[in-house]
C-alpha cells in the first residue's frame, strides 16, 4: 500500500504536468472507485486551472480555481500515469485528465480501493477523512515534546500508535517498522514508556526515514509507481521491513544463531525490529 513517500514521489511526479494546467477535458470510465464518485465529477472538474497539488497525509490535494479540491487517495493499487491524449486507454485506467498542453493523467486502479472526492476548499479542514489528522511528521508540528506528550499514559504498543493517525499523519507500516529501528526502539514497547529523549530521537528518525525515502522515489514493493512510470528504490535499503531472518545491519550478528531480524505481528499488521538493538 503506498504510504506518505510514495505519495509524496507522486506529487512530486503530477507537478510539472498539472500544475498551473487547465483541464479541458476530464472523463471517468466507471461510476465508482471504493467509493462512488462525486455527482457531476467530471463535469465540475473540466474547464478548471490546477493552482496547487498538496499532499496530506496520504492523501493528494488538487487546488482548483474557483475553490475546488479535488481530493485523491491511491488506496492498495492506484497510480497516475503521464500519457498524451492519443496514448490508448489501459485496462484499469478508471480516470483521465487532459490539460491544455495535450498532456494526459490517467489513473488506473485495478483493485479499486482508491477514491476520489470534490470538496468545496474552504471546507476541506472539515472533510470528514482529514479533520481529525495529527500534524504531517515533515512539519515543523511534529516535535519530540509533541509527540512525548501525545504517547503518555498509553499503554498500546508503541508501533500501534505511531499508526494511529490522530497523533501523526501519515505513518504505515514499512516506515513505522523502519523508524523504530532507526531509533532503537521496540516496536512492543508500551507507548507510554517512551519519554522526552526517546522521544526526539525518533521524531529524528522518523523525519530521516521519511526524508530518504522521499529522495529515492519512495518503495515499489508491489504497486507504486511515480507518473512516469519509474520505480522507487528505497525497498532495496530496508533495514528491517520483510527482512525476517536476515542479518541485521547495525548488530553484525551471527544470524545463523540469533535468528537475526524477528517478524511479529502487532495491531494486526506485520513488523520488523531487531530485538538485540531495539529496547
Ligand atoms: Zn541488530
Same mark, same amino acid.
Given at each position: 500500500?503506498?504510504?506518505?513517500?510514495?505519495?509524496?514521489?507522486?506529487?512530486?511526479?503530477?507537478?510539472?504536468?498539472?500544475?498551473?494546467?487547465?483541464?479541458?477535458?476530464?472523463?471517468?470510465?466507471?461510476?465508482?472507485?471504493?467509493?462512488?464518485?462525486?455527482?457531476?465529477?467530471?463535469?465540475?472538474?473540466?474547464?478548471?486551472?490546477?493552482?496547487?497539488?498538496?499532499?496530506?497525509?496520504?492523501?493528494?490535494?488538487?487546488?482548483?480555481?474557483?475553490?475546488?479540491? $479535488?481530493?485523491?487517495?491511491?488506496?492498495?493499487?492506484?497510480?497516475?500515469?503521464?500519457?498524451?491524449?492519443?496514448?490508448?486507454?489501459?485496462?484499469?485506467?478508471?480516470?483521465?485528465?487532459?490539460?491544455?498542453?495535450?498532456?494526459?493523467?490517467? =489513473?488506473?486502479?485495478?483493485?479499486?480501493?482508491? =477514491?476520489?472526492?470534490?470538496?468545496?476548499?474552504?471546507?476541506?479542514? #472539515?472533510?470528514?477523512?482529514?479533520?481529525?489528522?495529527?500534524?504531517?511528521?515533515?512539519?515543523?508540528?511534529?516535535?519530540?515534546?509533541?509527540?512525548?506528550?501525545? $504517547?503518555?499514559?498509553?499503554?498500546?504498543?508503541?508501533?500501534?500508535?505511531?499508526? #494511529?493517525?490522530?497523533?501523526?499523519?501519515?505513518?504505515?507500516?514499512?516506515?513505522?517498522?523502519?523508524? $523504530?529501528?532507526?531509533?532503537?526502539?521496540?516496536?512492543?514497547?508500551?507507548?507510554?514508556?517512551?519519554?522526552?529523549?526517546?522521544?526526539?530521537?525518533?521524531?529524528?528518525?522518523?523525519?530521516?526515514?521519511?526524508?530518504?525515502?522521499?529522495?529515492?522515489?519512495?518503495?515499489?514493493?508491489?504497486?507504486?509507481?511515480?507518473?512516469?512510470?519509474?520505480?522507487?528504490?528505497?525497498?532495496?535499503? =530496508?533495514?528491517?521491513?520483510?527482512?525476517?531472518?536476515?542479518?541485521?545491519?547495525?548488530?553484525?550478528?551471527?544470524?545463523?544463531?540469533?535468528?537475526?531480524?524477528?517478524?511479529?505481528?502487532?495491531?494486526?499488521?506485520?513488523?520488523?525490529?531487531?530485538?538485540?538493538?531495539?529496547?
Amino acid at each position: 500500500m503506498p504510504e506518505l513517500p510514495e505519495v509524496e514521489t507522486v506529487r512530486r511526479g503530477l507537478m510539472p504536468v498539472l500544475l498551473g494546467r487547465r483541464l479541458v477535458s476530464v472523463s471517468a470510465h466507471r461510476p465508482d472507485l471504493r467509493f462512488p464518485l462525486p455527482a457531476d465529477f467530471a463535469r465540475r472538474l473540466t474547464g478548471r486551472r490546477v493552482e496547487s497539488i498538496e499532499r496530506r497525509a496520504k492523501f493528494l490535494l488538487v487546488g482548483l480555481e474557483d475553490r475546488l479540491t $479535488l481530493i485523491a487517495h491511491l488506496g492498495m493499487s492506484g497510480h497516475f500515469q503521464l500519457a498524451t491524449a492519443d496514448t490508448p486507454l489501459r485496462t484499469h485506467d478508471h480516470v483521465c485528465f487532459a490539460t491544455d498542453e495535450g498532456a494526459s493523467v490517467r =489513473f488506473n486502479d485495478a483493485r479499486r480501493f482508491g =477514491f476520489m472526492d470534490l470538496v468545496a476548499t474552504e471546507m476541506l479542514a #472539515d472533510h470528514p477523512l482529514l479533520a481529525a489528522l495529527g500534524p504531517e511528521p515533515l512539519g515543523d508540528e511534529f516535535t519530540g515534546s509533541y509527540l512525548a506528550r501525545r $504517547l503518555s499514559g498509553r499503554i498500546a504498543a508503541l508501533k500501534a500508535a505511531l499508526m #494511529d493517525q490522530r497523533i501523526v499523519a501519515g505513518m504505515g507500516n514499512i516506515y513505522a517498522s523502519e523508524s $523504530l529501528y532507526r531509533a532503537r526502539l521496540s516496536p512492543q514497547r508500551p507507548a507510554g514508556t517512551v519519554g522526552a529523549s526517546a522521544s526526539r530521537r525518533l521524531v529524528d528518525a522518523i523525519r530521516a526515514v521519511l526524508s530518504e525515502a522521499i529522495a529515492a522515489g519512495g518503495s515499489s514493493l508491489r504497486n507504486h509507481q511515480r507518473p512516469s512510470g519509474e520505480l522507487g528504490c528505497f525497498q532495496h535499503t =530496508f533495514a528491517v521491513y520483510d527482512r525476517a531472518g536476515a542479518p541485521c545491519p547495525d548488530c553484525r550478528c551471527d544470524a545463523a544463531r540469533t535468528g537475526g531480524i524477528r517478524r511479529t505481528v502487532i495491531a494486526g499488521r506485520a513488523t520488523f525490529y531487531c530485538p538485540k538493538r531495539q529496547r
